[in-house]
Protein backbone atom coordinates (compact mmCIF):
# COMPACT_ATOMS: atom_id res chain seq x y z
CA UNK A 1 0.00 0.00 0.00
CA UNK A 2 1.29 3.28 -0.98
CA UNK A 3 0.49 6.79 1.71
CA UNK A 4 1.41 10.09 1.44
CA UNK A 5 1.66 12.46 4.41
CA UNK A 6 0.84 16.38 4.37
CA UNK A 7 1.57 16.90 8.11
CA UNK A 8 0.63 20.86 8.08
CA UNK A 9 -2.61 21.06 7.77
CA UNK A 10 -2.73 24.95 7.80
CA UNK A 11 -0.21 27.75 7.23
CA UNK A 12 -0.56 30.91 7.54
CA UNK A 13 2.09 33.61 6.23
CA UNK A 14 2.46 37.23 5.51
CA UNK A 15 2.98 37.86 1.98
CA UNK A 16 6.59 37.96 0.86
CA UNK A 17 7.58 35.68 3.57
CA UNK A 18 8.60 32.35 2.21
CA UNK A 19 7.11 28.75 2.86
CA UNK A 20 7.94 25.51 2.88
CA UNK A 21 5.23 22.29 2.42
CA UNK A 22 6.30 19.38 3.81
CA UNK A 23 5.04 15.86 1.97
CA UNK A 24 6.04 12.32 2.75
CA UNK A 25 5.68 9.27 0.93
CA UNK A 26 5.28 5.49 1.45
CA UNK A 27 5.71 3.10 -1.41
CA UNK A 28 6.97 -0.28 -2.01
CA UNK A 29 7.62 0.15 -5.73
CA UNK A 30 10.70 1.06 -6.79
CA UNK A 31 9.75 3.48 -9.42
CA UNK A 32 7.44 5.68 -8.88
CA UNK A 33 5.93 9.39 -9.14
CA UNK A 34 5.26 12.87 -7.23
CA UNK A 35 3.26 15.20 -7.95
CA UNK A 36 1.96 18.69 -6.40
CA UNK A 37 -1.21 19.81 -7.48
CA UNK A 38 -2.59 23.20 -6.33
CA UNK A 39 -6.18 23.76 -5.50
CA UNK A 40 -7.43 27.47 -4.85
CA UNK A 41 -10.56 28.94 -3.73
CA UNK A 42 -12.46 28.16 -6.90
CA UNK A 43 -12.17 24.96 -5.98
CA UNK A 44 -10.56 23.24 -9.61
CA UNK A 45 -7.14 21.14 -9.67
CA UNK A 46 -4.43 23.06 -11.17
CA UNK A 47 -1.14 20.91 -12.11
CA UNK A 48 2.21 22.10 -10.65
CA UNK A 49 4.61 19.55 -11.15
CA UNK A 50 5.52 15.57 -11.54
CA UNK A 51 8.31 14.25 -10.69
CA UNK A 52 9.78 10.66 -10.95
CA UNK A 53 11.44 8.56 -8.59
CA UNK A 54 15.45 8.35 -10.65
CA UNK A 55 15.61 11.87 -11.32
CA UNK A 56 16.03 13.27 -7.62
CA UNK A 57 17.53 17.14 -9.15
CA UNK A 58 15.39 19.70 -7.12
CA UNK A 59 13.24 21.97 -9.95
CA UNK A 60 12.78 25.63 -9.95
CA UNK A 61 9.99 27.14 -11.11
CA UNK A 62 9.70 30.94 -10.70
CA UNK A 63 8.99 31.38 -7.35
CA UNK A 64 8.28 27.68 -7.40
CA UNK A 65 11.45 25.04 -6.10
CA UNK A 66 10.79 21.06 -5.13
CA UNK A 67 13.46 19.48 -3.24
CA UNK A 68 13.11 15.69 -3.49
CA UNK A 69 14.83 13.47 -1.35
CA UNK A 70 14.80 9.78 -1.54
CA UNK A 71 16.61 9.06 1.36
CA UNK A 72 13.86 10.49 3.63
CA UNK A 73 11.03 9.93 1.18
CA UNK A 74 9.97 13.63 1.08
CA UNK A 75 8.88 16.00 -1.74
CA UNK A 76 8.55 19.25 -0.46
CA UNK A 77 7.69 22.28 -2.19
CA UNK A 78 8.83 25.87 -1.28
CA UNK A 79 7.25 29.08 -2.12
CA UNK A 80 9.40 32.11 -2.30
CA UNK A 81 8.35 35.68 -1.54
CA UNK A 82 5.00 34.28 -1.48
CA UNK A 83 1.66 36.27 -2.62
CA UNK A 84 -1.41 36.57 -1.71
CA UNK A 85 -2.76 34.29 -4.74
CA UNK A 86 -0.18 31.84 -3.62
CA UNK A 87 -3.44 30.54 -1.36
CA UNK A 88 -4.71 27.98 -1.99
CA UNK A 89 -4.85 24.13 -0.86
CA UNK A 90 -1.59 21.96 -2.12
CA UNK A 91 -1.81 18.84 -2.65
CA UNK A 92 0.76 15.96 -2.84
CA UNK A 93 0.46 12.84 -4.42
CA UNK A 94 2.12 9.33 -5.12
CA UNK A 95 1.47 7.20 -8.39
CA UNK A 96 3.27 3.76 -8.52
CA UNK A 97 4.51 1.83 -11.71
CA UNK A 98 1.24 0.11 -12.05
CA UNK A 99 -0.34 3.74 -12.66
CA UNK A 100 -4.03 2.97 -11.72
CA UNK A 101 -3.55 4.20 -8.18
CA UNK A 102 -3.12 7.97 -7.67
CA UNK A 103 -2.87 8.47 -3.74
CA UNK A 104 -3.25 12.04 -2.31
CA UNK A 105 -2.00 13.59 0.73
CA UNK A 106 -4.41 15.17 2.99
CA UNK A 107 -3.70 18.39 1.61
CA UNK A 108 -2.13 21.80 3.23
CA UNK A 109 -3.92 24.89 3.40
CA UNK A 110 -1.78 27.97 2.73
CA UNK A 111 -3.21 31.33 3.88
CA UNK A 112 -0.96 34.25 2.79
CA UNK A 113 -1.97 37.26 4.17
CA UNK A 114 -0.69 40.89 2.43
CA UNK B 1 -9.79 23.09 -26.03
CA UNK B 2 -8.75 19.88 -24.11
CA UNK B 3 -11.28 19.44 -21.03
CA UNK B 4 -12.83 17.25 -18.54
CA UNK B 5 -16.43 17.95 -17.95
CA UNK B 6 -18.74 17.20 -15.55
CA UNK B 7 -22.32 17.43 -14.99
CA UNK B 8 -23.68 18.79 -12.87
CA UNK B 9 -21.74 20.60 -10.77
CA UNK B 10 -24.23 21.61 -8.15
CA UNK B 11 -26.57 18.79 -6.52
CA UNK B 12 -28.52 18.79 -3.79
CA UNK B 13 -30.59 14.82 -3.12
CA UNK B 14 -32.57 13.32 -1.00
CA UNK B 15 -31.28 9.56 0.40
CA UNK B 16 -31.76 7.15 -1.27
CA UNK B 17 -32.82 8.72 -4.94
CA UNK B 18 -30.63 7.39 -7.74
CA UNK B 19 -28.22 9.77 -8.68
CA UNK B 20 -25.53 9.78 -11.99
CA UNK B 21 -22.64 12.22 -12.23
CA UNK B 22 -21.61 12.29 -15.99
CA UNK B 23 -17.83 13.21 -16.90
CA UNK B 24 -16.48 13.37 -20.44
CA UNK B 25 -13.14 13.71 -21.84
CA UNK B 26 -12.32 14.68 -25.18
CA UNK B 27 -8.80 14.57 -24.98
CA UNK B 28 -8.93 10.56 -26.13
CA UNK B 29 -7.75 9.40 -22.99
CA UNK B 30 -7.14 5.95 -22.16
CA UNK B 31 -7.69 6.22 -18.12
CA UNK B 32 -10.53 7.76 -16.32
CA UNK B 33 -10.83 7.90 -12.50
CA UNK B 34 -13.45 9.27 -10.10
CA UNK B 35 -12.31 10.79 -6.75
CA UNK B 36 -14.27 12.68 -4.06
CA UNK B 37 -12.28 15.03 -1.58
CA UNK B 38 -13.27 15.27 1.67
CA UNK B 39 -11.78 17.95 4.89
CA UNK B 40 -8.81 16.48 6.11
CA UNK B 41 -8.70 13.74 4.12
CA UNK B 42 -7.23 15.15 0.76
CA UNK B 43 -8.99 13.24 -2.43
CA UNK B 44 -9.67 9.18 -2.58
CA UNK B 45 -9.90 7.16 -5.46
CA UNK B 46 -13.37 5.81 -5.71
CA UNK B 47 -13.06 4.07 -8.80
CA UNK B 48 -11.06 4.01 -12.01
CA UNK B 49 -10.81 2.75 -15.89
CA UNK B 50 -8.01 1.40 -17.74
CA UNK B 51 -9.58 1.78 -20.60
CA UNK B 52 -13.09 0.74 -22.42
CA UNK B 53 -14.94 -1.83 -20.49
CA UNK B 54 -12.37 -2.56 -18.03
CA UNK B 55 -13.15 -0.69 -14.39
CA UNK B 56 -11.73 -1.60 -10.92
CA UNK B 57 -11.83 -0.41 -7.36
CA UNK B 58 -10.10 2.53 -6.22
CA UNK B 59 -9.69 2.78 -2.34
CA UNK B 60 -13.02 3.69 -1.63
CA UNK B 61 -15.58 2.23 -3.88
CA UNK B 62 -18.48 1.35 -1.38
CA UNK B 63 -21.73 2.75 -2.43
CA UNK B 64 -21.13 3.69 -6.48
CA UNK B 65 -20.75 2.25 -9.11
CA UNK B 66 -19.17 3.13 -12.99
CA UNK B 67 -19.66 1.78 -16.04
CA UNK B 68 -17.28 2.63 -19.16
CA UNK B 69 -18.69 1.81 -22.61
CA UNK B 70 -17.33 4.55 -24.23
CA UNK B 71 -13.77 5.78 -24.49
CA UNK B 72 -14.62 9.23 -23.65
CA UNK B 73 -17.23 8.84 -20.72
CA UNK B 74 -17.13 7.64 -17.30
CA UNK B 75 -20.01 8.27 -15.26
CA UNK B 76 -20.41 7.37 -11.66
CA UNK B 77 -23.54 5.89 -10.00
CA UNK B 78 -24.97 6.38 -6.79
CA UNK B 79 -27.44 3.57 -7.11
CA UNK B 80 -29.11 4.49 -3.41
CA UNK B 81 -27.03 7.97 -1.98
CA UNK B 82 -26.51 7.95 1.97
CA UNK B 83 -25.69 11.26 3.91
CA UNK B 84 -22.07 10.16 3.95
CA UNK B 85 -21.72 10.70 0.19
CA UNK B 86 -21.81 14.16 0.32
CA UNK B 87 -18.87 15.14 -0.80
CA UNK B 88 -16.85 17.02 -3.49
CA UNK B 89 -16.33 14.77 -6.60
CA UNK B 90 -13.75 14.78 -9.34
CA UNK B 91 -13.06 13.19 -12.54
CA UNK B 92 -9.83 12.77 -14.26
CA UNK B 93 -8.24 11.40 -17.37
CA UNK B 94 -4.75 10.74 -18.65
CA UNK B 95 -2.97 8.80 -21.44
CA UNK B 96 -2.07 5.35 -20.50
CA UNK B 97 1.44 3.95 -21.06
CA UNK B 98 2.70 6.65 -18.79
CA UNK B 99 2.47 8.38 -15.37
CA UNK B 100 1.69 11.63 -16.33
CA UNK B 101 -0.36 14.65 -15.49
CA UNK B 102 -4.01 13.96 -14.51
CA UNK B 103 -6.41 16.17 -16.04
CA UNK B 104 -9.00 17.09 -13.41
CA UNK B 105 -12.93 18.21 -14.27
CA UNK B 106 -14.21 21.49 -12.32
CA UNK B 107 -15.81 19.20 -9.53
CA UNK B 108 -19.57 18.23 -8.95
CA UNK B 109 -20.80 18.93 -5.31
CA UNK B 110 -23.17 16.87 -3.68
CA UNK B 111 -25.48 17.17 -0.89
CA UNK B 112 -27.34 13.74 0.24
CA UNK B 113 -30.09 15.01 2.92
Known amino acids: AQKVTQAQTEISVVEKEDVTLDCVYE???????LFWYKQPPSGELVFLIRRNSFDEQNEISGRYSWNFQKSTSSFNFTITASQVVDSAVYFCALVGNAGNMLTFGGGTRLMVKP | EAQVTQNPRYLITVTGKKLTVTCSQN?????MSWYRQDPGLGLRQIYYSMNVEVTDKGDVPEGYKVSRKEKRNFPLILESPSPNQTSLYFC????????????FGEGSRLTVL
Open chain 1, 27 to 33: TRDTTYY
Open chain 2, 92 to 103: ASRRTGGTGELF
Open chain 2, 27 to 31: MNHEY
